[in-house]
């Protein structure tokens, strides 16, 4: 995500909610979640890393089963079945922003995606808010994401948890936690934690923004919703993978992660070799994109990304990638094409399910 789309979208109104924080920062931030590792005392037995990445995948294939309903496609509850088996490591799910500009509302959006063929979404905090505003309830909210069998597998919010002195770190903080409450109470598992308003900050410090995400994941302990810890390429700060990988280890937290994005590690430099080295486990959601040979790299923007496949990135070797690395991943198809949103919402979400499902095959050969 880059700042024209987030400020477009509007994320951060006025809370809904009594009590809840008013908010006005600008969106500009990062989200990541890493692996919890089992643990057993009184257990010396020697496990090997091979069975540590089994039993992560079979739980990550568990939450998300559980969170689909028998209302699902018959193809759909078969991928999630199947998502975190060495056969079918990925499920297919939709970011909002895809279908944006069409202006159909969150419960609009989580019908057609359910009938185009998505097993999980990802919907934005500002829709939600939305939602309430227009009189909506959350929990009716929760059953209809239940029972058109989609799983909430993140939010993207942009509470700026990252920036400025210990007392705007605390309100930012509050933020997260009403944006975690409002994610809880549809039934999802997990929130986008990028590096909102530090985007300009040239040499921060990383160990502490290491800090401040493990204040942002004690949050996640409380409301159930774990922050991913997002890497923003066009970011001075969580601009790249590396960091990103830095701030996760140093958070010295069991369930740190990181939200990877195809668009961002291409747009920052990061490149794709690196994500060998993070387990599987700590990458539960990859925003799911391609994009063109030109413009160049330095003067590419969101609205440049397009549909999976059709670009120039290494679709197939970052998939087979993921799957060599264990855990389950949801790929979340993330654009923000202007010219898509001209079409058909409908058409758009079939072409994208389409070209999906061929890449995920491609890859596994």
Known sequence: MGLASLATFGCYQKAPFAGAPDWNGKPDAVVVILPRMAHRSGQHKRVSRRGVLKRAAAAAAGTAAVSISVGASRRARAEVAAAGTAKNPFILCLNTSTIRGQKLGLAKEIELAAKAGFAAMEPWVGEINDYVKAGGDLKDLKKQFADNGIAVVDAIGFAPWLMGDEEVHKKGLEAMKHDMEMVAAIGGVRIAAPPMGATQLSNFDLNL?????????????????????????????????????????????????????????????????????????????????????????????????????????????????????????????????????????????????????????????
């Open 209 to 365: 923004a290491a800090e401040r995400y493990r204040h942002v994941l004690e949050l996640g302990d409380q409301t159930g919703v774990t922050p991913m810890l997002e890497v923003w390429g066009h970011s001075k700060t969580l601009g790249t993978l590396a960091e990103g990988a830095f701030v996760a280890v140093g958070a010295k937290h069991p369930k740190a992660c990181i939200l990877t994005d195809v668009y961002h590690l291409y747009k920052g430099g990061s490149g794709y070799e690196g994500l060998r080295l993070i387990d599987g486990a700590a990458l539960p959601v990859m925003h799911f994109n391609d994009y063109p040979a030109e413009p160049s790299r330095e003067k590419m923007k969101d609205e440049n990304r397009i549909y999976p496949g059709d670009g120039i990135a290494p679709i197939t070797m970052i998939l087979q990638t993921l799957k060599a690395s264990g855990g389950t991943t949801a790929l979340s198809l993330e654009l923000f094409n202007k010219e898509y949103w001209k079409l058909d919402a409908m058409e758009v979400l079939k072409t994208g399910v389409e070209k999906m499902r061929m890449a995920v095959e491609k890859a596994q050969g």
